[in-house]
């Protein structure tokens, strides 16, 4: 199983793939956690992005796809993987495409949507408190979201190979959800 995991910050799609991740054995690829852990290490890639993440801008796509094909090159990687937080723009979604063609015709199976109010969404990333979730950042990740990522809808439904699922219910209902999605699915592989 592949899949990839849209939604705003706060939406509960990091929740959800690790969930699901664990559920299934295989692997949950999130670039917002790997990316923390490279600034928590001071790698190169980590310090640039921090100058991006601290103004609530996207990191550049070439580094988030450095990151994205290390993941997707593991050997556990082999039996599936949920993208967690990537592709973020109709670019990279055509980067990752052709990066998935060239390793032995891989594909994803679905793009799973988390919709939730933007009222819900900030007090949801206020309660997170991680130290860059300023409201002012959480306004420019939110902007930056809607501008960058939100034409994904459009292009992963044009493809056929999106669902969307309300990501304002219960952790458990959204949960069951997105299990009825991946059953679905599973008849159809």
């Not at 699901?20 to 956690?33: A, Q, V």
């Not at 952790?171 to 991946?182: F, G, H, Q, T």
Request: net charge neutral; aromatic share 6%; glycine share 8%.
């Amino acid at each position: 199983m592949r899949l990839i995991f849209l939604g705003p910050p706060g939406a509960g799609k990091g929740t959800q793939a690790s969930i699901l991740g664990e559920n299934l054995g295989i692997l949950h690829i999130s670039t917002g956690e790997l990316l923390r852990q490279e600034r928590k290490d001071k790698t190169e890639r980590g310090v640039e992005a921090q100058s991006y993440i601290d103004q609530g801008a996207l990191v550049p796509d070439r580094v988030v796809m450095e990151i994205v094909h290390e993941q997707l090159t593991k050997p556990e990687a082999k039996k599936g993987w949920i993208l967690d937080g990537f592709p973020r723009n109709v670019s990279q979604a055509g980067v990752l495409d052709g990066l998935l063609m060239g390793m032995a015709q891989q594909t994803y199976n679905c793009v799973i949507s988390f919709e939730v109010p933007e009222k819900v969404l900030i007090e949801r990333l206020k309660k997170r408190g991680r130290t860059d979730d300023t409201l002012e950042v959480l306004r420019n990740r939110l902007k930056s979201y809607h501008e960058e990522t939100a034409p994904l809808i459009d292009f992963y439904s044009d493809r056929k190979k999106l669902e969307i699922i309300n990501g304002f219910m219960s952790r458990e209902s959204v949960a069951s959800a997105l299990k009825e999605v991946v059953e679905d699915l599973k008849k159809n592989i």
